[in-house]
C-alpha cells in the first residue's frame, strides 16, 4: 500500500484515494491533423515501459481531483518524489539520486495541464 | 525419450519410482542455433516445440533467465476459454482450444486439461446485451457458447447466490461447455520434455543481455554465458517484453502490470466449474487439490514486483463473498503477482520488428495462459517461415500506427 504525498493537499494520504494514469510527460502533438500515422499512433499508444525510475500521471481522485506527477521506481516501488503538473523532476534515470545542479526551471506541460482541467471539467 | 503410462508407472514403482529419466536436459550453449527463443515460459517452450515437430526446425534454443515456466506460466489461474468478440481473436483463441483438446496426448503429458465450463455472468441489462452479443458472434464463429438466466447459472452452480437479495443480482451468464482448467505448470513441463526429445536445447539460468544487430537484421544475443548467434529470435518474454525491446532500440505498445491471485486452504468439493464475473471483478475455481482459485484485477500502476497491492486483494475477495456467501469464512493460504504485458486493445502482437530476424510474441496481458498452444503453434509456423502465419497477421504491430485495432475490452473486460 502507498503513502502518497499529494503536492496540492500537501498531504500524506493512502494508495486508495488516488487513480494511477499512466505514463506522464506525454505531450499532444502540436498540429494532430499534420501528424502521420506514425507520429499519431506513437503518440497515443507507444510507452516507456522501465524497469526502474518512471514518471507518471496520478490523480487524487477522491481527495482534491487534481493531476500530478509521481517519480516511481517500477522494481522496488520506491516513491521518489512527487510534484505539480509544470513542474521537472528531480529524479530521472539520469540523475537516479537526484542530485541538484541547477534550480529547477519550469517544463512545458501545459498540455496535460488542459487534459487534467477538461477531466476535472 | 522415455514414455509415460501406466505401466511405465506400475514398473516403476518396483524402483520405489527412483528410475526416471530426467525430464529434460541441461546442456551447454552451442555457439550457434537456427533458431533462438527467448523466454522460457509456456508460449516460448510451445514454440520450440512445434517448430521442431511440426516444422522440422529442431536447431533451436530457449534461452530463460530464470527457471522453466517460473513466470506467469505459474502465476495464472489457469482458466482455458475461446469465447471472444472479434473474428481475429476468436480464431486464434478456438485454434488454441483445438489443440489443448488433444495435447495431454499429443505430449505424452498429463496436462490434466478439464473441461468443465466456464461461466461469465452479467449483472446489468448492459451485461446481458454484451453476452447475447458475444455468445451469438461465438456460434456464428463455430465456438461453443450458451445464453442462461438466472435459473440456469443456478443450476449449474447452486451455491451461487442467484437471489434477488444480492447487491448486485445476477441475471444470467454466457456459458461455454469446452472451457475449462488446465495444469499450468504441467504445460511448461510438457513442452519442455518434449521440445528437448526432439533436440531444443533448454537454457536456464541464462539471461539475454542484449541483441547482436548489425545493418538492420538480428545476428544473435548477448548472454551471462557468451554471445550466442542465430539469424532468427523469437522474444517471447511476456511482461518483461518492454524491457527486451529496448535493448533492441526498439519501443512496444505495452505497459506492465503486476497482476495477482490466491488460493484459499483446501476444501472438499464445492464448486465443479469456472465462474467469473466483470461487474463484481473477481474469477475463481475449485483446484484437483481442493483449493479455491482466485483470480483479481491488475494494479493500475506499472510495475515488475510480482507482488499485488493489498487493496486489490480486498476488492476481489469482497467480489466473490458477494456471489458466494458460502465462502465468507475461508480462509485463504498463498497470493501472489505475475507482471503482465497489457496492449491498448487487449490484444497479444505477434509480429515481425523493423530489424530483420527478430520477432516478438508478446502483449497477452491478463490472458495469456489459455492462448499457450495456439500461440505456439502460429509463432512457430511465422518464424519458420519467414511470414506471419495467417492466424497471426492480424496482430502485427502495424496495427497501431494503422488503426486497425483488435478492441477486445468489451468481451473480455477484467475477467481472463
Ligand atoms: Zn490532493
Known amino acids: 500500500m502507498f503513502h502518497i504525498h499529494c503536492p496540492y493537499c500537501d498531504e500524506w494520504r493512502e494508495e486508495e484515494e488516488f487513480h494511477p494514469r499512466g505514463q506522464a510527460h506525454i505531450a499532444r502533438p502540436e498540429d494532430p491533423a499534420g501528424c502521420s500515422d506514425e507520429q499519431w499512433g506513437d503518440y497515443l499508444f507507444f510507452r516507456d515501459n522501465p524497469r526502474g525510475i518512471h514518471h507518471e500521471l496520478w490523480v487524487h ?3 482534491c481531483r487534481k493531476f500530478f506527477n509521481v517519480t ?17 523532476p528531480r529524479f530521472t534515470r539520469d540523475n537516479p539520486d537526484g542530485v541538484v545542479a541547477s534550480a529547477p526551471e519550469s517544463l512545458d506541460d501545459s498540455d496535460i495541464a488542459t487534459a487534467a482541467q477538461e477531466v476535472r471539467a | 525419450m522415455q514414455r509415460y503410462s501406466g505401466f511405465a508407472l506400475a514398473r516403476h ?4 519410482h527412483e528410475n526416471w529419466q530426467r525430464q529434460w536436459r541441461n546442456p551447454t550453449p552451442k555457439a550457434a542455433y537456427d533458431v533462438i527463443i527467448v523466454g522460457g515460459g509456456g508460449h516460448g517452450l510451445a514454440t520450440a516445440y512445434y517448430l521442431a515437430k511440426e516444422f522440422g526446425v529442431r536447431n533451436v ?9 517460473g513466470g506467469n506460466t505459474a502465476r495464472n489461474t489457469t482458466i482455458v476459454r475461446s469465447n471472444y468478440l472479434w473474428d481475429e481473436a476468436a480464431a486464434l483463441y478456438e485454434h488454441s482450444m483445438k489443440l489443448w483438446e488433444g495435447l495431454s496426448r499429443d505430449l505424452n503429458y498429463n496436462v490434466m486439461f478439464s473441461q468443465r465450463g466456464v461461466l461469465n455472468l452479467g449483472h446489468t441489462l448492459q451485461d446481458m446485451r454484451d453476452i447475447q452479443r458475444r455468445v451469438n458472434a461465438n456460434r456464428l464463429n463455430g465456438i461453443d457458447g450458451e445464453v442462461l438466466n438466472a435459473r440456469g447459472v443456478q443450476e449449474i452452480v447452486p451455491i451461487l447466490d442467484c437471489s434477488k437479495n444480492a447487491r448486485y443480482p445476477v441475471m444470467g451468464a454466457s456459458w461455454q461447455p469446452r472451457a475449462g482448467v488446465a495444469r499450468h505448470d504441467a504445460v511448461a513441463w510438457g513442452y519442455a520434455r518434449g521440445a528437448d526429445a526432439l533436440g531444443v ?15 538492420g537484421r538480428i545476428l544473435g544475443v548477448h548472454t551471462n554465458r557468451g554471445d550466442i548467434e542465430a539469424r532468427t529470435v523469437g522474444c517471447v518474454t511476456a511482461g518483461n517484453s518492454g ?3 529496448s535493448l533492441a532500440g526498439l519501443r512496444l505498445p505495452l505497459e506492465s502490470h503486476p497482476l495477482q491471485a490466491l488460493v484459499s486452504e483446501p476444501l472438499k468439493p464445492v464448486l465443479d ?3 467469473m464475473s466483470n461487474h463484481v471483478h473477481g474469477y475463481i475455481s475449485q483446484s484437483d487439490k481442493g483449493d479455491l482459485v482466485i483470480g483479481a484485477g491488475i494494479d493500475g500502476y506499472n510495475g515488475y514486483g510480482q507482488r499485488g497491492s493489498y487493496a486489490t486483494v480486498e476488492h476481489t475477495l469482497q467480489a466473490i463473498v458477494e456471489m458466494f456467501p458460502i465462502f465468507s469464512r475461508v480462509r485463504m493460504n498463498r497470493q501472489w503477482g505475475g507482471i503482465v504485458d497489457t496492449c491498448p486493445d487487449a490484444c497479444p502482437i505477434l509480429s515481425k520488428t523493423r530489424i530483420e530476424g527478430l520477432y516478438f510474441n508478446c502483449g497477452w496481458g491478463t490472458g495469456g495462459f489459455k492462448a499457450t498452444p495456439g500461440s505456439g503453434h502460429v509463432f512457430a509456423a511465422s518464424l519458420a ?7 497471426a497477421a492480424p496482430f502485427s504491430i502495424d496495427r497501431f500506427h494503422s488503426g486497425a485495432l483488435i478492441d477486445e475490452h468489451g468481451a473480455a473486460g477484467v475477467a481472463h
Not at chain 2, 514403482?13 to 520405489?16: K, N, Q, T
Not at chain 2, 534454443?61 to 515456466?69: H, N, Q, S
Not at chain 2, 517461415?385 to 492466424?391: A, D, R, S
Open chain 2, 61 to 69: 534454443a530457449v534461452i530463460e533467465k530464470g527457471w522453466l515456466g
Open chain 1, 72 to 88: 516511481r521506481h517500477t522494481q522496488s516501488y520506491e516513491i521518489l518524489e512527487t510534484y505539480r503538473i509544470g513542474e521537472r
Open chain 2, 243 to 245: 524491457v527486451m525491446a
Open chain 2, 13 to 16: 514403482a518396483l524402483s520405489h
Open chain 2, 201 to 215: 536445447d533448454i537454457l536456464q539460468q541464462t539471461e539475454v543481455t542484449g541483441f547482436k544487430i548489425r545493418d
Open chain 2, 273 to 275: 466449474t469456472v465462474v
Open chain 2, 385 to 391: 517461415k519467414g511470414e506471419m502465419h495467417p492466424l
Open chain 1, 61 to 63: 481522485a477522491v481527495g
